[in-house]
Each structure stands twice: as C-alpha cells, then as structure tokens.
C-alpha cells in the first residue's frame, strides 16, 4: 500500500530557529499534500493544501510566512517552522493522496516538535 | 467552512458492550473516512466510505455512510481493551481538502 514517510519524528529546537519537516511519499506521486497541526488531545487541523510546482493553499489564520511550504517534486513536501517560538511546540502530520487507490488519504508517521 | 463533527466526544465502555460513534458534517460530501489514532502516534485507516448507503467492516468495528443526512456512524461490537483509541472521521469537500472530526476517545475498561 501507499506509504508516506515523515522525518524528523521528533526535534527539540531553540526559539528562534527555523525547522524543516520533510514529507515523502515512496512508493506513488502525489501531486497534493497536506499539511495538520495536531495539540494535546485535540483534533487534526488542516494548515495548508501543498500543490506541487505551485503555492501552497494556507487555511485562515494560518501564517504563510511562519510556515513555510514547498512542494518542488511529486514526491517531497516540506514544512519549515521560521523564527520558531514555544507556541508552535505541536505535533504535525503530513498527508498524501494516492490516486490510484481508492480515494486513499495516507498518513505520515508525525512529528512532534517542541520549542525551548 | 466545513464542519465535522463526532458525538461523543468522550466514551468509556465496558468490555463485551456495544456502542455507536456519530459523525456529522456540514455540507455535501460522498467520501467519509474513518481513522484510529493511538497515544503519540499518526493515523490509521481505517475505513473509506464512497457513497450513500456504503458499509463497511472490519472485526469488531463497522462503518456506514448516509449522505442524505450527512452521517456517518463507527458501530462498535463487543469492545475489547485492545480498541481504546482516539477515533476520526474526516470528509474530503470539492475543493480537494481534508477535514476531520472533533474526535471521539474510546476506552474500553474490564
């Protein structure tokens, strides 16, 4: 089955510092990746939409130059948290849709970021 | 903006009991997924649901889908420890994105 890989699964950074978060997906293309922030005991929301070749789409309230996306191949979206702050401490979860699934939406393995 | 909801939000079962999760959401939508997600960790699939009238099961769980009302119901059947988790439905709009339910955390007690 479709799998999508998500790395780092956890990263401790100073506040400050800008982190990348990559989302690959191995083994199918995936022209639309999705980006969720996921806090204690709380549900997944949605960030932003990644196109590949183009801007990525950012839900409202969402800070475009706070978090940085790019999805320059069908296979990599990455995530950067700039000037991180203790705030943005969350768990992130990438996701990729297979098409040729059935409407398959899977998941990537998270990564729970914590700001000092 | 899309709303999904789940109901309870919160549900503690005794074990050999059955009980139902709803999902509500808030606008027209065919594909209703369902996914599980244990303490610290990612999503799981665990059922697509593709049109109106669809079920699905799996062991002990069983999902259905009635577009007309925009439901969407996890049927649990003779709860076992090894099922408490955090539950999610979520529904994809036209607009090619994701949203998911507020959550449902199940624990299954002796």
Not at chain 1, 40 to 51: G, V
Not at chain 2, 64 to 88: E, P
Request: proline letters at 3%.
């Amino acid at each position: 089955g479709a799998v999508v890989s998500q790395h780092p699964s956890r990263v401790i950074c100073k506040s400050g510092t800008s982190v990348k978060i990559e989302c690959r997906s191995l083994d199918f293309q995936a022209t639309t990746m999705f980006w969720y922030r996921q806090f204690p005991k709380k549900s997944l929301m949605l960030m932003a939409t990644s196109n590949e070749g183009s801007k990525a789409t950012y839900e409202q309230g969402v800070e475009k130059d706070k978090f940085l996306i790019n999805h320059a191949s069908l296979t990599l979206s990455t995530l950067t948290v700039t000037s991180a702050h203790p705030e943005d401490s969350s768990f992130y979860i990438c996701s990729a849709r297979d098409r040729t699934a059935s409407y398959g939406y899977t998941f990537g393995s998270g990564t729970r970021l914590t700001v000092v | 903006e899309l709303k999904v909801e789940q109901n309870p939000l919160f549900l503690s079962m005794q074990e050999e009991k059955n009980y139902t999760i709803y999902c509500n959401y808030s606008t027209t939508s065919d594909r209703l997924y369902w996914y599980r997600q244990d303490p610290g960790k990612s999503l799981e699939s665990l059922f697509v649901l593709l049109s109106n009238g669809a079920v699905k099961q799996e062991g002990r769980l069983m999902a259905s889908l009635d577009t007309k009302a925009r439901l969407s119901t996890l049927h649990i059947t003779a709860a076992v420890h090894d099922l408490s988790a955090t539950y999610f439905c979520a529904v994809d709009n036209t607009g090619n994105q994701f949203y998911f339910g507020t959550g449902t955390s199940l624990t299954v007690i002796p």
